[in-house]
């Protein structure tokens, strides 16, 4: 990966969190060279217990999830990547589109399984060996992109969903996760897919990185969504490179207008 941030991103402060969370700011800023490091990311991003989705994604300040180069490397930061270790970490399994595989050059997740979701199978750019495939990699998709998924990602395991009209739902994607055993899901990407699990108000919770630049103006962008899901912020911190960091969680029923 590219480190395209100052070294001395090195510090998180916690500007405010809700009750749930212990409440207040912290006047020390926690530094990610600590040995205490990670136990505190995970106390700051801990979930209920349970089964539980989020999506976790970073975005610039026109609201792009890719740089120059055409992916995330470009964009992110040292700080940004602990967390996003920490949250798959926590997590059962991690849900990416074919799409965010390719043009992420994705790489092995280690111990946390990858569950890709793809309609034609065309899943080459990825950095995967069919060993690791084989380990820790599970590709959903219908009976006609089995060949292209076996051709592009040799020792993944295909679940094959056989829906209507030869899409993967994303109601689908959460069953076939949780008869797998994973219920504690984290979805990275693309906008595209995390838009289907907003729009059928799948999401728990919202993980957001605001990086401290503008991205170019043809980058896929973060995920819209027609559903009126009202998330509310738990957790805002900033590093000493100017990222922003905030985790929101869904308040469904809550009202989004007045009378």
Do not use: K
């Not at 020390?28 to 060279?33: D, E, F, H, I, R």
């Not at 799948?202 to 027609?226: N, V, Y």
């Not at 869904?250 to 989004?256: D, K, S």
């Amino acid at each position: 990966m590219t480190d395209v941030e100052s070294p001395a991103a090195t510090l998180l402060r916690i500007l405010w969190r809700s009750d749930e969370l212990g409440g207040g700011t912290d006047a020390s800023p926690l530094a990610l060279a600590s040995p205490a490091s990670d136990a505190a990311i995970d106390a700051l991003y801990a979930t209920p217990a349970g089964p539980w989705i989020r999506m976790n994604m970073l975005g610039t300040l026109n609201a792009r999830v890719t740089g120059p180069d055409g992916t995330s490397d470009s964009v992110t930061n040292r700080i940004d990547r602990r967390i996003l270790t920490r949250i798959r970490r926590m997590s059962d399994a991690i849900v990416v589109g074919a799409s965010t595989l390719r043009q992420e050059r994705h790489t092995a997740t280690g111990d946390t399984p990858l569950v890709v979701v793809t309609r034609s199978g065309e899943l080459a750019g990825h950095r995967i060996t069919p060993d690791e495939a084989r380990h820790g990699v599970v590709v959903l998709c219908p009976p006609i992109a089995t060949t292209n998924v076996e051709r592009t990602l040799p020792g993944a395991r295909v679940e094959i969903v056989d829906a209507p009209g030869g899409g993967v739902p994303v109601g689908t994607v959460v069953e076939r996760c949780r008869a797998l055993g994973f219920e504690r899901l984290v979805v990275e990407g693309g906008g595209s897919l995390i838009a289907q699990f907003l729009d059928a108000e799948l999401l728990d919770e919202a993980c957001l990185t605001q990086a401290p630049l503008f991205g170019p103006s043809d980058a896929p962008q973060l995920p819209a969504s027609t559903a009126a899901t009202r998330f509310e912020r738990v957790l805002v911190a900033l590093d000493d490179a100017g990222y922003a960091y905030s985790r929101l969680v869904a308040r469904r029923g809550a009202a989004t207008s007045a009378d």
